[in-house]
């Protein structure tokens, strides 16, 4: 059975960068089939995709247009997770961050983390 | 960017009852990537449907899909009390790669 499970800082200064880490249980960052995903949701912009990586002989990645230049996504072979990292935070950044799994047979995201609240506040 | 429509915005409907749940697409939609998902208050979206009408794995019959193109729907035969939920339908698009989400329909107890 996968699992995710997110970790990282709930509140976040204005101007700073926002970082969350994705563990994974039961499946490998590696996995050639399936890419991981990083999804935030509020109740101004609803349910909105940041990015992903993925392995497919080497690693690749893709992020959504309004965030490419503020976001990476990093995948952590030596630890099975991969991390988000947002800079340059707004109070418009404050959310839910989920993490994901979509397979590529299906293009479904089926594996969710539980979710992180962001607060970016002074 | 492909933008998704969801309607109604709410449907208030009995225990029993029959569900009809509307997703339009501003251009056409790959059937094979189109998804449904419901999420209850402070839980992750849960995959119901994918490839427009593909149960997920432990997903019971009473959901299905339908659809093509740019018009698709979510059925849900007959309402059971946990089915009570927000109901939202995404797409995936490969030129550039994005995932869009509808704003969601949220099914209450009439």
């Known amino acids: 059975q996968v699992q995710l499970q997110q970790s990282g800082p709930g509140l976040v200064k204005p101007s700073q960068t926002l970082s969350l880490t994705c563990a994974i249980s039961g499946d490998s960052v590696s996995t050639n089939t399936v890419a991981w995903n990083w999804i935030r949701q509020s109740p101004s912009r609803g349910l909105e995709w940041l990015g992903r990586?993925?392995?497919?002989?080497?690693?690749?990645?893709d992020y959504a247009v309004s965030v490419k230049s503020r976001v990476t996504i990093n995948p952590d072979t030596s630890k099975n997770q991969f991390s988000l990292h947002m800079n340059s935070v707004t109070p418009e950044d404050t959310a839910v961050y989920f993490c994901?799994?979509?397979?590529?047979?299906?293009?479904?995201?089926?594996?969710w983390g539980q979710g992180t609240t962001v607060i970016v506040s002074s | 960017e492909i933008v998704l429509t969801q309607s109604p915005g709410t449907l208030s409907l009995s225990p029993g009852e029959r569900a009809a749940l509307s997703c339009r697409a501003s251009q056409s939609v790959s059937s094979s990537y189109l998804a449904w998902y419901q999420q209850k208050p402070g839980q992750a979206p849960r995959l119901l449907i994918y490839g427009a009408s593909s149960r997920a794995t432990g997903i019971p019959d009473r959901f299905s899909g339908s659809g093509s193109g740019t018009d698709f729907t979510l059925t849900i035969s007959r309402l059971e009390p946990e089915d009570f939920a927000v109901y939202y339908c995404?797409?995936?698009?490969?030129?550039?790669?994005?995932?869009?989400f509808g704003p969601g329909t949220k099914v209450d107890i009439k």
């Open positions: 994901a799994r979509v397979s590529s047979s299906n293009y479904g995201l089926d594996v």
């Open positions: 990586t993925y392995y497919r002989s080497e690693w690749y990645n």
């Open positions: 995404q797409q995936y698009g490969s030129s550039p790669p994005e995932f869009t």
